[in-house]
């Protein structure tokens, strides 16, 4: 296949809230901006239901419909946006090449880089063999193909204490696998899922397979205080551990922080290579908001407009 080569002013990596948002900045200020969604178009807001904290939409609002809003504002102001995946960088010289697809290398004066962050897995073989066939990461995409059924989801962080109350509301069980003795959730959240009466949590739990030919038919789960092991007889099962960035093609490059976060210099979104420029949760591990996202990927355009004036590159 021939490999095609395409030199664009400001180049954007990802499609949520912060790229969108960073494209449309950088559009608005006439830099011409190319975007690649990547492989989920629209970022982790497109397998959300209902999104009621961010600003602006007093009644809440859609996570799908609002990333369709954030995309038609950034095509407004002329974003080149595409279908495309980032599979690899070369940060060597002033100009900064990004494959796509591997099939086709980009070379930009600038980058912002808005890959986000993607799901974590437990790393078990039967949750990696049942994966789409009752095991998933998200819970307000597929609980609906478990309603009146008995699931359980693993995790005990905010998004394991909302799905599970989500969960509860269409399944008949919902088992909660905690591998400690508290939860690391907010009290409020922990609140709900004590007060909701179809979750059972199980303390001090781990997973130790997914149970199922085709499709599960259970999990088991050990105690690690006593060692006894016992399984749940569940359709569904969902992992609500966390998240990791998504920047394995950067870490020959970029600093990350000990959890792969890209290190950005404080109170900026410049990494330590000039012209490339870090957004969203990608390199936020603490708030990782769309409201924040979003204002991390405006300054990121800002960010990218001056260092190009500077460079006398506009
Ligand atoms: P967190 O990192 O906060 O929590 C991950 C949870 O998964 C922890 O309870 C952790 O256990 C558990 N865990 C991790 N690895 C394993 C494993 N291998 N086996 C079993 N359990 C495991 O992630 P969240 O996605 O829950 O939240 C991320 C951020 O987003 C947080 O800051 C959170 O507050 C925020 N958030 C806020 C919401 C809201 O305000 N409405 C909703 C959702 C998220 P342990 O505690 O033992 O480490």
């Known amino acids: 296949m021939s490999h095609s080569t395409e030199k664009v002013k400001v180049l954007i990596i990802g499609s949520g809230p912060a790229g969108y948002t960073a494209a449309i900045y950088a559009a608005r200020a006439d830099l011409k901006p190319v ?50 995946y980032a599979t690899a960088v070369d940060f060597t010289g002033p100009i900064h090449k990004v494959v796509i697809d591997g099939e086709k290398t980009i070379e930009a004066e600038a980058v912002i880089i808005a890959t986000g962050a993607s799901a974590k897995w437990l790393g078990l073989e039967s949750e990696q063999r049942l994966n789409g066939f009752g095991v998933s990461a998200c819970a307000t995409c597929d609980g609906y193909f478990f309603r009146k059924q008995d699931v359980a989801i693993v995790g005990a962080g905010d998004t394991a204490a909302e799905e599970a109350t989500y969960l509860a509301k269409l399944c008949n069980k919902v088992y909660m696998i905690v591998r400690r003795s508290e939860m690391r959730a907010s009290k409020a959240m922990q609140h709900r899922v004590m007060n909701t009466p179809n979750i059972e949590i199980h303390w001090n739990s781990e997973t130790v397979e997914v149970i199922g030919e085709k499709t599960v038919s259970g999990v088991k789960i050990k105690n690690v205080q006593t ?13 609500a551990i966390g998240h990791s960035p998504n920047t394995a093609i950067f870490k020959d490059w970029l600093e990350l922080d000990e959890n792969g976060y890209i290190k950005t210099k404080p109170g900026s979104t410049y990494t330590g290579i000039p012209g490339v420029f870090a957004a969203g949760d990608v390199q936020d591990h603490i708030y990782r908001q769309a409201v924040t996202a979003a204002g991390t990927g405006c300054m990121a355009a800002i960010d990218a407009e001056r260092w190009l004036a500077s460079q006398e590159k506009i």
Do not use: C, S, W
Not at 227 to 239: A, N, Y
């Open 227 to 239: 060692g006894e092991t016992k399984v749940l007889h569940v359709t569904g099962f969902f992992v």
């Open 35 to 84: 975007l690649y969604q990547g492989l989920q178009p629209g970022g982790q807001l497109t397998i959300t239901t209902e999104v009621e904290n961010y600003p602006g939409y007093p009644e809440g609002t859609m996570g799908p419909e609002m990333m369709e809003d954030f995309r038609k504002q950034a095509e407004r102001f002329g974003t080149d946006i595409r279908f495309g």
